[in-house]
């Protein structure tokens, strides 16, 4: 489908693109722009989060609790443009013990995840995040899950 020449799937695949440029940059303002209000956040084996509000709760545990950045971004996207996924790279530092998880001492870890989207009217209203936890929880010597 085009909209103003532009195909719906270019589009969906820029807004992916510039959520991960906003993540690595930590600029949370941008990111949570992108978001519908009532934005359903599906964190990786763990609870589902409804809303921009508790999304940006979300952004600012990680920045506590983690220096990441998502690097080798991969995007496909359905025709119509209304759903994403994206395959990552993540590396990135533990900086500060989150809550159910080993203690936090500065380890490093680097592991592939992925992303699952559903857009509406060019915002972002899912984000379903996964990674391998047994892989993350391995790296930063925790244990296996």
Wanted: hydrophobic share 40%.
């Amino acid at each position: 489908m085009l909209i103003d020449g532009v195909r719906s799937a270019d589009r969906a695949t820029e807004r992916v693109l510039a959520y991960y440029a906003a993540f690595n940059q930590r600029n949370h303002p941008a990111l949570l722009s992108m978001l519908c209000e009532d934005v359903v956040h599906d964190v990786n084996q763990g609870r589902q989060e409804i809303g921009r509000e508790a999304f940006a709760t979300f952004l600012q545990r990680m920045d506590r609790c983690y220096r990441e950045q998502i690097g080798d971004v991969v995007v496909m996207v359905t025709n119509n443009g209304r759903r994403a996924a994206a395959e990552y790279v993540v590396s990135g530092e533990y900086l500060h013990t989150d809550e159910g998880l080993p203690p936090a001492s500065g380890q490093r870890y680097r592991l592939a995840g992925g992303a699952f989207f559903e857009l509406r009217e060019g915002q972002i209203s899912r984000v379903t995040n996964y990674y391998n936890l047994g892989d993350w929880l391995a790296q930063i010597g925790g244990d296996r899950a």
